[in-house]
Structure formats: C-alpha cells, structure tokens
C-alpha cells in the first residue's frame, strides 16, 4: 500500500476545499501508521455541498486502506486506558478473567469498567474515577451504578466469585447462581452484606435502617446477604426476630438460596402485615 | 494501520460518515445513504450521530465511545491485535 501517495491526494483534496484544521499527519514507517485528525469547523465557510464533494473524492482513497481506526478523542482516551489495564498482568488478573467468563453477557463490560475505576481509585486518580463514574452512570442507570459500587466494595471477589464456585462449579447450579446474582446486582442499594467481624447488634441495626430505607423510596423488600456456616445461622436468627418485632416486616424468605449451610441470601418483604 | 481522530462536533461526524457513504435521518440515527436504512452499531442498537465516536474496518464497525461500549469494542475487535 503507498501510503505516501494516498496522503499526498487527500492533502491535495482538502486543501482545495480549505475545510479542515487542525490536520496533522503523524506517519511511521515501521509500524505503518499514519494519525491525523479531522476537524470541520462548526461555523466554518464551506457548504454542505462542497464538504459532499469533497467526501466523494476522498472516498476512493480510504476504500484503498484496509485497516483504519476512526475515533473521537474521548474514544482515544477510553481505548487507551482499557488497553493498558487489559494487557498488565499484575493487575486483577483472576477478577478480569471471571468476568470476561462467568459474569452475564449484559454486564460483563460494566463489570470491567467497574474494574478500571476500582484501580484508578487505589491509585489515587480522582479526576478518572469521576470521569468513568459520570460515563456509566450516564449509559447504565442505576444497574451501572449498583455494580460499580459492589465492585468499589469488593463484592466481587468475596461474594460473587465464591458464590459462582459453590453453585456452579461445585453443585452445577448455574440457574440458581444467576438468580442470586441478579438479586445482588438489582437490590444493591437495599441489600445488607454480612462480614464475619461485625456483632449481631450491628447487623440487626443495619437491617432495620434498610428496612426504613425501602419504605422511604418505595421499595419492597431487603435482601440480606452472608458467606459461613456461621453467619448463615446468625442471619436466620436475627431475620426471624424481626419479623417478629417489625411491624413493616411481612414475610422473610429464609431457604430459597441456602445451599450446603454455607452461602445464604434472605428476602425480608416490607410492607404492612395482614 | 490509518488512526484518525475527529472532532466530536455534528459537522465533522456527518463529513466523516460521508466518506462511507452514510448520513443521518429526521431523528438523528445513522443511516445508508443509498437504501436510507438505520445502521446498527457494534452492540447491535442503532446508533445516532451524537453517540457515533469509533468507526473500524472489518465491515465498517461503528461504535458508541463511552467507556463502557468501548470496553466491549476493545475486548471483541482490539484486544487480539
């Protein structure tokens, strides 16, 4: 391919037409890459006629060049970032595989763009957690959201990864894996997460502000969440009670994701009892 | 390899698209200037001139440059070059 030659007709083309700034060509032999940028200005002199016919000489040209990439500059900005935590291997490696694998199709790029932001922050890059943040917020809603908050907190390595290997690589329950996995992902804001080092007075304490919380934005129930032989038995223990005790509390959903003692999810339904 | 960087403003997106022979409906979507029929872009939605931002070889890929639809763009037509 004579990239020389190409250049040189496209240089030849716009400039007769006097429409492009900012055009500046960057080539490198060894690699055969040729950059520029494209600027048409918003309030520029030529007519939509003229940049027509411009496109039309120019298209011959680009139908000679097999690969390009055309991209705006916040495209540039995304692929270059992503390429550089892709391709460096001491970084969350286990975690981007398991989600390149194992996480549902619709959010396996959320997840890695949740990632990203998860590294930009241990780095200290404030500006680029905002940036990604806005950018999934923006293209996600609230789903993009709750997953980059359950990555930020880590759920992704101490409670979805364990739980797939339990019910899918242990039991072959990919079914009831997804089931709970939508429940983390959708009831996020809602959901309490058990850790072995908090008190059964804390737990008890946060289960009833979410349960306040869901009345408040007209949710319908509370998911309670725990990893343990132990904390299993602490969160059918405290659910009960306050059902019991709690008024708004109209049923709790104790076995419907127990599997071997060892992995619990509870679903406290908030609404008034009969 | 061709890496060209455009202006994210309306005009230069349409002159861009019209070096591949497309343009934009009444509503704003990207569409075949010939056949007047939306495009679909690399997650398989259409796509409208605002979100265009990435354009590939290879079938002529045309892609959204949020970094969420470019983590997607990178893993299925980058990641291996």
């Known amino acids: ?274 | 390899m061709f890496n060209i960087t455009f202006e994210n403003n309306s005009r230069t997106k349409k002159f861009i698209l019209g070096l591949f022979g497309k343009e934009t409906d009444e509503n704003g979507y990207i569409i075949e200037s010939m056949t007047k029929k939306r495009i679909l872009g690399a997650d398989g939605q259409e796509i409208t001139l605002s979100d265009f931002g990435v354009l590939k070889n290879g079938s002529e890929i045309y892609a959204k440059d949020d970094i969420v639809s470019m983590v997607s763009f990178y893993e299925k037509f980058l990641a291996k070059n």
């Open chain 1, 1 to 274: 391919m004579d990239w020389g030659n190409i250049i040189k007709k496209m240089e030849s083309i716009v400039k007769t037409g006097n429409i492009l700034s900012g055009f500046k060509i960057n080539s490198d032999n060894k690699t055969q890459e040729i950059n520029f940028h494209v600027h048409v200005l918003e309030n520029g002199k030529v007519s939509e006629a003229e940049l027509a016919n411009i496109s039309q000489q120019l298209r011959p040209q680009f139908k000679q060049v097999s690969q390009f990439l055309f991209e705006t500059p916040k495209a540039q900005a995304n692929i270059t970032r992503i390429k550089e935590y892709s391709i460096d291997n001491d970084i969350d490696q286990y975690s981007k595989n398991f989600v390149r694998e194992n996480i549902p199709e619709r959010d396996k790029a959320t997840w890695f763009t949740s990632l990203i932001l998860r590294d930009a922050f241990r780095k200290g890059k404030m500006d680029e957690v905002q940036r990604i943040k806005d950018q999934v917020r923006d293209t996600q809603g609230e789903r993009g959201n709750n997953i980059t908050n359950l990555c930020s907190a880590n759920y992704l390595e101490t409670l979805i990864i364990p739980l797939y290997k339990l019910l899918v690589e242990d039991r072959g329950d990919k079914s009831k894996f997804l089931e709970i996995y939508e429940t983390i992902v959708v009831d996020f804001p809602f959901a309490v997460f058990v850790a072995s080092n908090t008190t059964l007075e804390e737990v008890k304490a946060e289960i009833i502000e979410k349960i306040h919380t869901v009345r408040m934005y007209g949710w319908y129930r509370v998911s309670v969440h725990g990893i343990g032989s132990e904390n299993v038995k602490r969160i059918q223990k405290l659910a009960l009670e306050i059902q019991n005790e709690n008024d708004d509390v109209a049923g709790v959903d104790i076995n419907s994701h127990q599997s071997s003692g060892t992995i619990v999810t509870v679903t406290l339904t908030v609404g008034a009892k009969e």
